[in-house]
Nanobody, 124 residues
């Protein structure tokens, strides 16, 4: 059983929107921060957005601030990433991740459960 399963990726024109979902089955998520990372071709994986265990605080990379929104539904064991005003430079494989603590971290070692990724392609 895959512990995290992302969905919602696809091809969209610049300026469009997508909503990514990630269902977690590896462990109950209520005690842990959640995050989305992405990896573009030829680049390292980078932090995109994170949310604390209770949804009370969020953090975004500068490149997506004011365009993306992260949210969570602990009852459904799901984290979402709403992506608006998409740009070609947002093209990447997007990964959800579960942290080892309640707080958001921008670095990968703070996350021990990862999804397999979903491709987002933004055409110009």
């Amino acid at each position: 059983q895959v512990p995290l399963v992302e969905s919602g990726g696809g091809l969209v024109q610049a300026g469009g929107s997508l909503r990514l979902s990630c269902v977690v089955s590896g462990r109950p998520i209520i005690r842990y921060a959640l995050a989305w990372f992405r990896q573009a071709p030829g680049k390292e994986r980078e932090f995109v957005a994170g949310i604390t265990w209770n949804g009370g605080s969020t953090h975004y990379a500068d490149s997506v601030q004011d365009r993306f929104g992260i949210s969570r539904d602990n009852a459904q064991e799901t984290v979402y990433l709403q992506m608006n005003s998409l740009k070609p430079e947002d093209t990447a494989v997007y990964y959800c991740a579960v942290a080892v603590s309640t707080w958001i971290s921008l670095t990968e070692p703070a996350y021990d459960l990862w999804g397999q990724g979903t491709q987002v392609t933004v055409s110009s």
